[in-house]
């Protein structure tokens, strides 16, 4: 709101939001206020702003940063996922080769020993990607809930 009305004034400024208050544009620009102008009054203050010459549009580029730092979180969240369901494929097929070294006979304790331990890394990442799926559920149901697929616990 301090670009815009630096670049065309106050008055002008309230013009283009149809005469509001100096007040009302004043709480905009204090970032302790957590009142906002509605999308059309943004897009107005915008518009006011661009056609004074401005080189870019100061509440799209506040409501576009917030949109790509939202974006980047889920982005994010979505690729440790794919990290754990990989690690759960790498880790199953290891459990299952071991497993099946063990099933041929004359299977040493070394191999038994080899196919417990690729079970329970396999066990771990199993229970890492389902914390994280928990994770994506809608907030008030399971143990990650409200979280948009971030750390599993």
Do not use: N
């Amino acid at each position: 709101m301090t670009r815009v009305a630096g670049r065309i004034g106050w008055e002008a400024a309230r013009m283009a939001v149809g005469g509001l208050g100096e007040r009302t544009l004043r709480r905009w620009s204090d970032p302790e206020d957590d009142r906002w102008p509605s999308l059309d009054q943004a897009v107005a203050l915008d518009a006011a702003y661009l056609a004074d010459g401005g080189e870019e549009a100061p509440f799209s580029a506040v409501f576009s940063a917030q949109l790509d730092t939202k974006m980047a979180d889920t982005i994010a969240c979505h690729q440790a996922l794919l990290e754990d369901a990989a690690t759960v494929a790498r880790e199953l097929g290891e459990a299952v080769a071991s497993s099946i070294a063990v099933a041929r006979p004359g299977a040493s304790p070394r191999e038994i020993h080899r196919a417990v331990v690729e079970a329970r890394e396999a066990e771990t990442a199993v229970g890492k990607m389902l914390r994280r799926l928990i994770s994506f559920l809608p907030q008030g149901v399971g143990s990650g809930a409200g979280k948009a697929g971030g750390q599993p616990s």
